[in-house]
């Protein structure tokens, strides 16, 4: 990771469009895209965010001040922030400013892996927290992608939903027991299909939503996926 400047953020993308997924889906809302990553989930739909032997750095981060992507923000005119990435909480410092320049008014969503602390300032102010550990599928060892205190953390703020991304039906089992370690309520967990096209969505998705409704729990659309097959910027 490359040392981001004080004062900056190393930013990937930010635009408006409606949050795809999660218990929010379908508010309008603006992105901030962040760069970095913890992980390196071998289905990431934004490895451009953190993959910097597939992708140039230069071509994807800019190192933007905390007032000019402020600026940016309320140049698009939302009611709604989501801040995602990559992990954004690698840059939990300059999100702490940057939070504290925005509208008080602003709901603020931040999508994160789990496997990272937040900060007491970030509880205090974030609105809705989409947690995403992620499972075996992914490609990262367990050691390094579930991290139950933090996930327990997040269960306890009561703003915070559970979103486990599924390749197929038989991975619940698996989910079922991070929800139970990580202590999370059920009314709180959604599931979502792995799929970065409208042709992984459209194999994948029915199957995965049946049988997490007959479990009891919720399943997350992927709107940016339904109606963009997953282009960026959407």
């Known amino acids: 990771m490359t040392r981001v400047p004080h004062g900056e953020l190393a930013v990937s993308e930010v635009f408006a469009s409606v949050q795809g997924e999660g218990a929010s889906a379908g508010e309008p809302c603006v992105f901030l895209r962040l760069a970095y990553c913890n992980l390196r989930c071998s289905w990431c739909d934004t490895k451009y965010t953190w993959d910097f032997e597939r992708y140039r750095f230069e071509d994807e981060v800019r190192f933007a001040g905390i007032a000019e992507v402020a600026r940016r923000i309320g140049a698009l005119g939302e009611q709604r922030l989501v801040v ?31 496997t990272l602390a937040p900060s007491e300032r970030l509880l205090g102010r974030v609105n809705q927290w989409n947690v995403s550990p992620k499972l075996a599928h992914s490609g990262d060892p367990a050691a390094k992608r ?64 049946g049988a997490a409704l007959a479990r009891g729990l919720g399943y997350s659309p992927r709107l940016h996926v339904e109606r963009w097959d997953g282009a960026r910027g959407k």
């Open 84 to 114: 995602t990435g990559g992990e954004p909480l690698l840059q939990t410092p300059a999100l702490e400013v940057l939070f504290a320049e925005l509208p008080p008014a602003l709901s603020i969503e931040i999508e994160t892996n789990g």
């Open 146 to 209: 579930l991290r139950f205190a933090t996930l327990r953390a997040f269960a306890a703020s009561e703003r915070a939903y559970l979103k486990l991304v599924i390749e197929h039906a038989a991975e619940l089992d698996e989910a079922e027991a991070v929800i139970l370690e990580s202590g999370w309520k059920r009314e709180r967990v959604l599931v979502m299909a792995q799929a970065s096209t409208r042709l992984e969505l459209r194999a994948r998705g029915a199957l995965i939503r």
